[in-house]
Nanobody
Framework: QMQLVESGGGLVQPGGSLRLSCAASGFTLDGFSLDYYTIAWFRQAPGKEREGVSCISRLVGSTYYADSVKGRFTISRDNAKNTVYLQMNSLKLEDTAVYYC?????????????????WGKGTLVTVSS
């Protein structure tokens, strides 16, 4: 079974930066590789539904960003470490949320929470002055 663990959340001032990590582990017949999956970052602010932030799949350039974070956030992966990162720059108060990573089979990038098969438990990002 697949397992995702997020880390890197914390308290940051507006305009600051933070890097989140999503470590993936599990078993496949051919051995685990992020190339077989799409991994995406989501966030959920208090009183709001979970929304997609960014996704990445195996193809170079196969990334997508929500309009609210485009130009500020960058998603990347390190296959050797089975880890996906979300570099967040120029953070705003409205970025405050619990950030989750999700995984689905296949290489089609999506920001739809319903498409994810596996979820991490989340890491809290608080942007406050």
């Amino acid at each position: 079974q697949m397992q995702l663990v997020e880390s890197g959340g914390g308290l940051v001032q507006p305009g600051g930066s933070l890097r989140l990590s999503c470590a993936a582990s599990g078993f496949t017949l051919d051995g685990f590789s992020l190339d077989y999956y799409t991994i995406a970052w989501f966030r959920q602010a208090p009183g709001k539904e979970r929304e997609g932030v960014s996704c990445i799949s195996r193809l170079v350039g196969s990334t997508y960003y929500a309009d609210s974070v485009k130009g500020r956030f960058t998603i990347s992966r390190d296959n050797a470490k089975n880890t996906v990162y979300l570099q967040m720059n120029s953070l705003k108060l409205e970025d405050t949320a619990v950030y989750y990573c999700g995984l689905k089979t296949g290489v089609g990038c999506t920001l739809a929470p319903s498409g994810m098969n596996v979820w991490g438990k989340g890491t809290l990002v608080t942007v406050s002055s």
